[in-house]
């Protein structure tokens, strides 16, 4: 069977596990066994007396695979001005396995060329690029010695040792309307001994700008930390400057504290105090913020079995069961909010509220549609392919697609409903991408923002899920077998055991893959177990699987 790009992805463009592999290709260094914590501390080699002009540079990139004491031993290849003002944080570039292709320039200049896979920037925010990257370099003699006087900003590093010396978190932004959690991962080193300092002020810098037009945040523009953070026992106490209440007002503070301790969870914080430098007495606690809703759902899966919508694990129909009105249109999906549901019979577009008509809301829809837990639902018209639909209790607006979106084979709102997951294809070859939903004070949608790619799919995609609050799902067909991805926003992804069996959906829940469920062709509903797809017992044939906002 022939490997999908999704797999080769796997292995080069950080969509695999995060852990150091226990193998791999012969690596340059040397691991340090003397000093081990959690983690393996790679040594590279020193400038060596006598090293031309390309030793030094290839030494110079290979040694950031040695973050410790700031990079020391990048810096030696460096002359003493070069190293005073290079910032090995301004950027990760993750290559894949092939060597840089270098070549001199002229005298003292050179250039370097590394096949780009992904890019972190300074706030370990993760972009995926695909490309070749050139980087310039300047050298001099210092001491009889070659040494590099003008390096770029930033480190290279393999996926595999990016995998070894960096680790995921997520930080928690808001809804616009502060009601519930919007994660987004970044990536900081693993070494890093100020690793909640990294976090604080990344969270404090702001979300990724692909994402900032429909998130919110209590942090306000100038503000920053103010010194070391101090920690007791899983309480921490975190100092900012006076504009953060200047800006923003005292109020601020409790709700800031809550985002900081979601997004320091990982590390072991459970609370949060933030006091304001200079004024004293001036201290709020993430304990006393509002609760922020995560997105969680019942983990049991929602079918319609017969005429009965129900979740599985109990034969008990759902309160206010709509099953009976699904089955009477022969609907074919289902999405539910806390508002009402949207079902979709292959071309019509349904609002679905129990004990009353379905309302058509499009004959049209090529996709399908999508609904936040407001009751805005987001479809595609085919007749209307570059822009999407919002339609709410009669009310109409349209969203227009960026430029390339417009061959939509599936889309899914996140439970946030400020994040929109769609895959585009053509002639088998699909993409997955993940859009910033705006709206406004009302709620409602206004515009979507720039996709921020996933990995390519080899493929003809059909169904999108989200799994969790990161992750999406993504069904499609090569080689005549089903096939189902898993796809991380900005963090790992891999490629799921195949079904063995046509699959016609998916639908996820919000704990990722244990809560993912497929829906095979002659309506037996398929889950995950170890690593094989198994169905479940006692069901007759599944009209649907329904997904629960």
Same mark, same amino acid.
């Given at each position: 069977?022939?490997?999908?790009?999704?797999?080769?992805?796997?292995?080069?463009?950080?969509?695999?596990?995060?852990?150091?592999?226990?193998?791999?290709?012969?690596?340059?260094?040397? $691991?340090?066994?003397?000093?081990?914590?959690?983690?393996?501390?790679?040594?590279?080699?020193?400038?060596?007396?006598?090293?031309?002009?390309?030793? +030094?540079?290839?030494?110079?990139?290979?040694?950031?695979?040695?973050?410790?004491?700031?990079?020391? +031993?990048?810096?030696?290849?460096?002359?003493?001005?070069?190293?005073?003002?290079?910032?090995?944080?301004?950027?990760?570039?993750?290559?894949?396995?092939?060597?840089?292709?270098?070549?001199?320039?002229?005298?003292?200049?050179?250039?370097?060329?590394?096949?780009?896979?992904?890019?972190?920037?300074?706030?370990?925010?993760?972009?995926?690029?695909?490309?070749?990257?050139?980087?310039?370099?300047?050298?001099?003699?210092?001491?009889?010695?070659?040494? +590099?006087?003008?390096?770029?900003?930033?480190?290279?590093?393999?996926?595999?040792?990016?995998? !070894?010396?960096?680790?995921?978190?997520?930080?928690?932004?808001?809804?616009?309307?502060?009601?519930?959690?919007?994660?987004?991962?970044?990536?900081?080193?693993?070494?890093?001994?100020?690793?909640?300092?990294?976090?604080?002020?990344?969270?404090?810098?702001?979300?990724?700008?692909?994402?900032?037009?429909?998130?919110?945040?209590?942090?306000?523009?100038?503000?920053?930390?103010?010194?070391?953070?101090?920690?007791?026992?899983?309480?921490?106490?975190?100092?900012?400057?006076?504009?953060?209440?200047?800006?923003?007002?005292?109020?601020?503070?409790?709700?800031?504290?809550?985002?900081?301790?979601?997004?320091?969870?990982?590390?072991?914080?459970?609370?949060?105090?933030?006091?304001?430098?200079?004024?004293?007495?001036?201290?709020?606690?993430?304990?006393?913020?509002?609760?922020?809703?995560?997105?969680?759902?019942?983990?049991?899966?929602?079918?319609?079995?017969?005429?009965?919508?129900?979740?599985?694990?109990?034969? !008990?129909?759902?309160?206010?069961?709509?099953?009976?009105?699904?089955?009477?249109?022969?609907?074919?999906?289902?999405?539910?909010?806390?508002?009402?549901?949207?079902?979709?019979?292959?071309?019509?577009?349904?609002?679905?509220?129990?004990?009353?008509?379905?309302?058509?809301?499009?004959?049209?829809?090529?996709?399908?549609?999508?609904?936040?837990?407001?009751?805005?639902?987001?479809?595609?018209?085919?007749?209307?392919?570059?822009?999407?639909?919002?339609?709410?209790?009669?009310?109409?607006?349209?969203?227009?697609?960026?430029?390339?979106?417009?061959?939509?084979?599936?889309?899914?709102?996140?439970?946030?409903?400020?994040?929109?997951?769609?895959?585009?294809?053509?002639?088998?070859?699909?993409?997955?991408?993940?859009?910033?939903?705006?709206?406004?004070?009302?709620?409602?949608?206004?515009?979507?923002?720039?996709?921020?790619?996933?990995?390519?799919?080899?493929?003809?995609?059909?169904?999108?899920?989200? $799994?969790?609050?990161?992750?999406?799902? $993504?069904?499609?067909?090569?080689?005549?077998?089903?096939?189902?991805?898993?796809?991380?926003?900005?963090?790992?992804?891999?490629?799921?055991? !195949?079904?063995?069996?046509?699959?016609?959906?998916?639908?996820?829940?919000?704990?990722?893959?244990?809560?993912?469920?497929?829906?095979?062709?002659?309506?037996?509903?398929?889950?995950?177990?170890?690593?094989?797809?198994?169905?479940?017992?006692?069901?007759?044939?599944?009209?649907? +699987?329904?997904?629960?906002?």
């Amino acid at each position: 069977m022939k490997r999908t790009a999704l797999a080769l992805l796997a292995v080069l463009a950080l969509v695999g596990c995060v852990a150091i592999p226990d193998a791999g290709p012969v690596v340059e260094g040397q $691991v340090d066994t003397s000093e081990q914590t959690n983690d393996l501390v790679f040594l590279a080699p020193e400038p060596q007396p006598g090293a031309t002009q390309e030793e +030094i540079i290839l030494g110079f990139l290979a040694a950031a695979i040695t973050p410790g004491e700031d990079y020391a +031993i990048a810096r030696e290849y460096l002359s003493e001005e070069a190293a005073d003002g290079w910032d090995p944080s301004a950027r990760v570039i993750v290559r894949s396995g092939a060597p840089p292709e270098l070549s001199l320039t002229g005298d003292t200049a050179a250039n370097a060329v590394v096949s780009g896979l992904s890019e972190v920037d300074a706030r370990g925010a993760l972009q995926l690029t695909g490309d070749d990257r050139m980087l310039e370099f300047a050298l001099e003699m210092v001491d009889g010695e070659w040494r +590099i006087a003008e390096a770029p900003d930033g480190i290279v590093l393999t996926a595999y040792y990016f995998n !070894a010396l960096f680790r995921a978190h997520t930080l928690h932004w808001l809804t616009q309307d502060g009601t519930r959690t919007v994660p987004e991962v970044r990536w900081f080193a693993r070494t890093a001994t100020t690793l909640s300092e990294r976090i604080i002020d990344a969270l404090l810098a702001g979300p990724s700008t692909w994402l900032s037009p429909a998130v919110s945040t209590f942090g306000a523009v100038e503000a920053s930390r103010v010194g070391q953070s101090r920690v007791d026992g899983t309480t921490m106490t975190i100092t900012l400057n006076s504009p953060q209440v200047d800006q923003l007002g005292p109020g601020s503070l409790s709700p800031l504290a809550a985002q900081l301790a979601l997004s320091l969870r990982e590390v072991g914080v459970r609370e949060v105090l933030v006091e304001v430098e200079g004024r004293e007495g001036l201290v709020a606690s993430s304990a006393d913020a509002a609760i922020i809703d995560e997105g969680d759902v019942d983990p049991q899966p929602l079918v319609l079995e017969g005429t009965s919508l129900h979740p599985v694990g109990g034969s !008990a129909p759902v309160p206010d069961d709509v099953g009976a009105t699904l089955a009477a249109i022969g609907a074919t999906s289902y999405t539910v909010g806390a508002e009402g549901g949207v079902a979709h019979t292959g071309t019509t577009a349904a609002w679905i509220l129990p004990g009353a008509e379905p309302v058509v809301i499009s004959t049209d829809a090529g996709v399908a549609p999508t609904v936040d837990d407001s009751g805005w639902v987001l479809l595609q018209e085919v007749a209307a392919a570059p822009r999407l639909l919002a339609w709410r209790g009669g009310e109409r607006t349209e969203l227009p697609l960026p430029p390339g979106l417009a061959r939509i084979a599936a889309m899914e709102l996140a439970r946030d409903g400020s994040r929109l997951a769609l895959v585009t294809g053509e002639e088998g070859d699909s993409r997955a991408w993940v859009l910033a939903v705006v709206r406004d004070a009302s709620g409602r949608p206004v515009a979507l923002g720039e996709p921020y790619p996933l990995p390519a799919i080899e493929g003809a995609a059909s169904d999108v899920t989200w $799994v969790s609050p990161t992750q999406v799902a $993504v069904l499609s067909s090569a080689d005549d077998q089903a096939q189902i991805a898993m796809l991380a926003v900005g963090g790992v992804s891999e490629q799921l055991p !195949a079904p063995g069996e046509p699959v016609q959906a998916i639908a996820g829940g919000s704990q990722g893959i244990s809560t993912l469920r497929a829906l095979s062709a002659d309506g037996a509903l398929l889950s995950l177990q170890g690593r094989v797809w198994s169905p479940a017992a006692g069901l007759e044939p599944l009209r649907l +699987i329904a997904t629960q906002q």
